[in-house]
């Protein structure tokens, strides 16, 4: 059975930081493609961050120079250490899996910047 569990959400004041962390389970990790997705309030779900199984990154637009992706394939971890936050940043933040057509999805954690 596979498993996403994302921990670290909560809130914060708009210009700290967060640590998101996705723990998996049930599936090769090294070998999948691990991303972040968030839902802010009145948008559909975008994709904030994505590291490639071989390490390469890319982040959408609004988040670069603020967010970081990484991973740690000993321990099955995908982690999303967000700074400055903003009250934009708002939102339900979920954690991808990928690996060709076989996706997953965890459950989701709340991220809330207040000003």
């Known amino acids: 059975q596979v498993q996403l569990v994302e921990s670290g959400g909560g809130s914060v004041q708009a210009g700290g930081s967060l640590r998101l962390s996705c723990a998996a389970s049930?599936?090769?990790?090294?070998?999948?493609?691990m991303a972040w997705y968030r839902q802010t309030p009145g948008k559909q779900r975008e994709l904030a961050a994505v590291i490639s199984s071989g390490g390469r990154t890319n982040y959408v637009d609004s988040v670069k120079g603020r967010f970081g992706i990484s991973r740690d394939n000993v321990k099955n971890t995908v982690y999303l250490q967000m700074n400055s936050l903003k009250t934009e940043d708002t939102g339900v933040y979920y954690c991808?899996?990928?690996?060709?057509?076989?996706?997953?999805w965890g459950q989701g954690t709340q991220v809330t910047v207040s000003p």
């Open positions: 049930g599936i090769i990790f090294s070998r999948f493609d």
């Open positions: 991808f899996a990928q690996q060709l057509v076989r996706t997953y």
